[in-house]
Nanobody, 128 residues
């Protein structure tokens, strides 16, 4: 049983930084991709970033490229989302997600429907 437990989040000012964590358990994740998504009120869940657990190859949404960094710590089975230069439009509930993919495209990784396992979500509020 895959379990993803998130931590971090909170309320910050525009321009501040914040780091989210997602601790994974239940199986070996070497063949998995880990993703971060976010959902603002009244909006669809949108892709933020993803990482291939084994290689560390990363993917980012254009809206966060250069400001957000996804990393993983193999020893801790934890994925992080480091968010810098936060903007009010980054305000959302953030979710980590995980699944295996037999074949990958950037488009496929960015679709929430492709992931079976989800964290509980954590609120990030950025005030301008």
């Amino acid at each position: 049983q895959v379990q993803l437990v998130q931590s971090g989040g909170g309320s910050v000012q525009a321009g501040d930084s914040l780091t989210l964590s997602c601790a994974a358990s239940g199986r070996s994740f070497s063949s998995y991709y880990m993703g971060w998504f976010r959902q603002a009120p009244g909006k669809e869940r949108e892709f933020v970033a993803a990482i291939r657990w084994s290689s560390g190859i990363t993917y980012y949404a254009d809206s966060v490229k250069g400001r957000f960094t996804i990393t993983r710590d193999n020893a801790k089975n934890t994925v992080y989302l480091q968010m810098m230069s936060l903007k009010s439009e980054d305000t959302a509930v953030y979710y980590c997600a995980s699944d295996t993919f037999s074949w990958v495209t950037a488009g496929r990784l960015s679709r929430a429907s492709e992931y079976d396992y989800w964290g509980q979500g954590t609120q990030v509020t950025v005030s301008s």
